[in-house]
Every structure is written in C-alpha cells, then in structure tokens.
C-alpha cells in the first residue's frame, strides 16, 4: 500500500467524544486510519494513553520504521500555544488547562510532537489539499457546536503575535447581542452555529410559534441544523427564519473577511456545512445583498471537501511543517 | 544635511485637498519636504504635472544624481491595484478612475513608480519607524472623513489575493445599520469616523437635543471631532454619547482584530487621534468591558506617531521595497 521509503507522519485529531487519527503522507494521503471514542471521563493520562496506543498501532500496522516517521501532529478543540507545545484551555477535556501535551506525548511515542488547535489542522488541510487547494490564501469556518476557524496566509496558519488569531467566531457581529459561553455578547459563534441555529427554532417553537418541528420540541427531544434544513426546504417558517439569520451572519463574517484580509477563498466545515448548496446559495445571495461591489469582488466561498477528516490530516501536515 | 553616497526615495501623498511630498532614506529620515494645495479643478493632467515638478524640485535641491533616487512612491485617497500601477476610484479626485498613474508618472520622471492606498503607505510607515516600530503585525486605522486601513503582517503590507484587502472602514460592525456611501449598512466608518462622530452631535441638536454646540449647529456651523472632544471634555451630555458611541465600534473593532489576525498592534491615526488619551484610554476601557479574556488578552492600541507625514513617508518606503 505505502512506498518504504516514503516519509510519513501521523495526525490525531482530539474531539470531546471521538479522537481521529491517520498516518498521512506529505501529499495527503491516508495510508491508515483509526477512530475510538475519547476515553474523556478517565482524564488526561489515560487520553494521553489512550493516544500513544493509536499511534503504535498506526506505525505497527503499516510495519514502519521509526526514520519512516517525521513527527506526530496533534489537533485540540481548545485554544493552544503551538509555540512551546501547550494546550491553555479546552472546554470539553476536563484537565487539560495549561497542560504540555507535546512534552507528554514526545516522551510516551518518542516522536516530536507538534500541537495546534483542531480548526487551525483543518484549514491547513483544506488549503493544501481541500476545498482550498491552490490558493495562497484562505479562511476556514466549522460551523458545529460552536464556529471554529484557521487562517492560511500565504501557505501558512497565521497565529498572530500571542498565536491567538484565527477565532472568528468571537468576532462580534451583533453589538450588545446575545451571550457567548466565552463572556461577550454578540459573537458569530451565538449567531451562526449549527447549535445556534437549531437554539433559536427551539426558542420560537418554546415561546408559541408553530412549526413542524414543534412536536419534537414540545416532546423535549433535542434539535441539530440538519433538522432545521429539513423544516427550511419544506417551506417552515421557523426554520426558514433561522436558517436565513445563521446565513446572514456568516454573510456578514464572510464580508468582513473580505474587506479586512480578501482571501483567495473562504471555506465552509462543519456539520451544517452538510446542506450544501442550500447552505452556499443562501450565503452567496446575502453577500450580493448586502455588499458592495464598488470597494472588493465578492468573497468566493466554498464547501470543505474533507469532512471529519480535515483534522487529522492537518495535524499530520502540520508535523510534516507544510 | 544629506550623505550624498545615501540612496534616496521620493514619496508623494495626494490627498484630496493637498499633495505632501518628501525625500526619504531607507531608515525613514526626510531629507526635504513639500505641501501644495491639490490642483484638483483642472483635473487629471494637472495633477500629475504638478507631482512631477514637486519631485524634481526636492531632487534638485538636494543635488541628487539619478543614481540615488531609488525610486518614486505615491500614495491615492482610493482603491489601487499597486500590482499593475493603476488607480480604481478615487472619489475625492475626479477623473482618476482606472488611470494608469504609476505609468503616467514615470513617463514624467524617468523614475520607477510604485503606487499604493494612501492609508497602507501610512501603515507601512507607521510599522516601520512609527508607533509599530520592532512589531512584525500591525493594523493601522486612520479616523478622518472615513476610516482608512492599512494591514501589516510579517513585516509587509498585506494586500490580498486582488489586492482589496485592509479596507476595515468598509467592515459591517452593525448589521441593518445607517447607510455607508458605499452602498453597505452599518459599516465602521459611518460609525467611527471624524466625520462620524460630528455627525452624530448635529443630528442630535437637529432633534431638539441641548448641548454646548447648539448654537453653532443652529448657527449652521459645520463641527468636527475635536469640538465634540472639547464638549465632552466639559461634560457635556450629547459630546460624550457621540464620543462613547464612536470609541465602542473602535472597540469593537480592536476587539475583532485581536480574534481574528491577533496582530502584535493596532495604530489609531487621523483627525480624531488628536484627542490622545482622551481616545486611548476610551477604547480601552470599553475593550475590557466588552472583550472575553478567556480568549485573548486585550489589543495592545496604540496613537500613530507620524501625523500626517506618515503617507509620504510610506510612499517612499514602499518605493525601496521595505
């Protein structure tokens, strides 16, 4: 399957249920990959385990060489100091505030380790080989529970000066508007997530708008945007609603983007990125609307090709310092 | 004055009222200066002559052979594609739309030109031997009749895959917002501006509201940002809202600059950073009021420290290539 003389690294993608890993070539393939379910409950040392168990396997299986293997690249849904290897906060792994996970992990595989946050892999994945492939320039937007992002600047993630860049979804779109989990009011990620988006059909349905969906709501089952979408192509008027205000804001996001760094592209993950062109149609009409064409052409906004993953792979590329 | 083995590069700044011209060394010391008002009425022509025979008056009097004159920059209040020398539009210049100005001028000078957005220039000077002097990232805003950008990454203007980019006046900080004379709602500029915040005192007291400048604005005075300083200095009421007003979307936008390029800097420049303080310490505070530190640590804002030399002084080090 894979040459033995090629170089190889291997990227792991952390998620609050499921940790992705994949021993990833420096052109993207995936000679092999794994998944299992975060060992989440048990804390960090057995995570960390947990990890180092997926990474031998991987090198095992495909019987490579330790001069086969350039480096292990790690992706954390948290915000991470890529500089010195630490992960400063991470919301959904309890115990793994200001916690040197590349030291851990260099010291448990013997590879060097290099850490990023899990957006950041992904647009690096995209850029290269993704919905990006080509461009110099790029913007990554995962529309999930929250709004991840990473930013490729001439080929490269820009982290900024404290390697703190590249969250929009903090950005504030809305002033004094709704509370974020982080303590602003009026972020895109409380507008224009995919959680965001089922929120507010809940609310309406809650307060005594009608839809099809209310059944489900007044049963207390939860909602995804996947339901929202359904409701939305089936003419409800809730769903309609959210799905048209979480596509306004990302207009206004991709806008901004536009006016501030004009990428080459923007691309759209995530799991409400699932919709498609109903998703990408919806965007592009509310930039036409509301942008002007005097001042820069329209964002070129497109659909992540890599799915779920983006993040390993990243990581992997990640390691290999493309 | 000057070392006559020194290599020197013209800078030109057009405004729409003055042209400001200077010969500058590589490290940013302006060997000579020169101010004329713009000789706009007469159009196009006029202007480009009346350019050249700036530059060579200040080559000639300082007795500088063609060998030691790099080259000329020159900064446009508009949109310039600095790749192909040519002004877009230009709405303080009649007739400048889509001109080849750079070719037009050294047809004149027997120079090389480079040709750039009058607030990149400014940026780029700024970040060199200005407020940004030593930080490899930096934002430039210019606060005057709009709000003029200029970004600085890794030690270099950032232009953008069509060279639109740092055009922040034009990012939407108000969804639905007032109307921007670029056809956008709720852009920065129709908020923060000089222009901006003086309009806000005027229509006020075209309402009925009381305040120190009633009687001018009944008298039919025009006001500007430093009157609304000096009014809200004294207490009153409608000086300090509109102040407070224009100081949180500045706020804002620091806010979502931090989260999106974390740039090592942001220079608040033009009119309305004559205020000093009384601005910095303004926006600041409504940063920590409004900003999540669990995200980011505050923008470090600083005052531009050039004035209104800064856009020559960009002009020529852009025309060394620095």
Known sequence: MNNPSEKVAIGIDIGGTAIKGGAVTSSGDVLTQRESPTANGSGLDSVIAQIATMVSSMIESLGLESGHVVGLGVGVPGLVDYRDGRVIDCANLPGWENVQVAKLLGDRTGLRVSIENDANNAALAEAKIGAGRGSESMVLLTLGTGVGSGIVLGGSLWHGSDATAGELGHTIVQPGGRRCTCGQQGCLEVYAS?????????????????????????????????????????????????????????????????????????????????????????????????????????????????????????????????
């Open 194 to 322: 995919a959680s965001a988006t089922a929120r507010r059909v809940v609310e309406a349905i809650q307060t005594g708008a009608k839809s099809v969906l209310s059944e489900r709501v007044h049963r207390g089952e939860p909602l995804n945007s996947a339901d929202v979408v359904e409701a939305a192509k089936a003419g409800d008027a809730e769903g309609r609603q959210a799905w048209d205000e979480s596509c306004r804001y990302l207009s206004i996001a991709a806008i901004n983007l536009q006016h501030t760094l004009n990428p080459a592209c923007i691309v759209l993950g995530g799991g409400m990125s699932a919709a498609g062109e109903f998703l990408l149609a919806n965007v592009n009409r509310q930039c036409e609307d509301m942008m002007s064409s005097r001042l820069a052409s329209l964002p070129d906004i497109r659909l992540a090709q890599l799915g779920n993953d983006a993040g390993f792979i990243g990581a992997a590329l990640n390691a290999f310092g493309i």
